[in-house]
């Protein structure tokens, strides 16, 4: 392993260690399911360090392992069946003590989001929960700030519509 490869993994290493939990609730707020949640982040972490030892090039591990958990979380939406339930049913499945607050901010927003346009509720997702620039944001989802900039202004004015009617 050369010296380069071997500073992308002692990067990839800090950013686990760091962000772990902010990467397990990055895709617990678009999956919903803890477990599988923690299974789509360790299978993202598990593809980036393949990639950094088969000694792909990345520019920005701390991106590079964003956009792997966000793909992960996309696909794994793709491959589930999606099952529609209302909102009580939701509110009725078992979620331990630990993880009650959490899938209760995660029923009350997704239903806000849920009136959203797709990409609009991904951005305020990604603004608010993840704490991400629009720089960021523009990076991973492969579209220019300004776009992300609009995008976002649109979603809060709709959040800030449906927040006055009291829904």
């Not at 477990?35 to 593809?47: C, F, K, P, T």
């Not at 629009?134 to 579209?143: M, V």
Request: hydrophobic fraction near 40%.
């Amino acid at each position: 392993m050369n010296e380069g490869t071997e500073q992308l993994l002692m990067e990839l290493e800090r950013i686990v260690e760091e962000r772990q939990d902010w990467l397990f609730r990055f895709a617990y707020m678009r999956i919903g399911i803890r477990e599988d949640a923690e299974d789509v982040v360790q299978e993202a972490l598990l593809s980036v360090f393949r990639r950094l030892r088969e000694k792909t090039r990345m520019d920005n591990v701390g991106l590079y392992v964003i956009r792997a958990v966000s793909n992960a979380c996309t696909d794994y939406l793709r491959r589930k069946p999606l099952r529609m339930m209302n909102l009580n049913e939701a509110k009725e499945i078992p979620v331990s003590e630990g993880d009650r607050q959490i899938h209760e901010e995660f029923v009350r927003i997704n239903k806000m989001l849920d009136s959203l346009p797709a990409e609009q509720a991904e951005l305020v997702r990604l603004k608010c929960y993840d704490d991400l620039t629009f720089r960021q944001i523009a990076e991973l989802q492969n579209i220019p700030e300004a776009t992300a900039k609009s995008r976002y202004r649109y979603a809060i004015m709709h959040i800030q519509q449906m927040l006055k009617k009291g829904e």
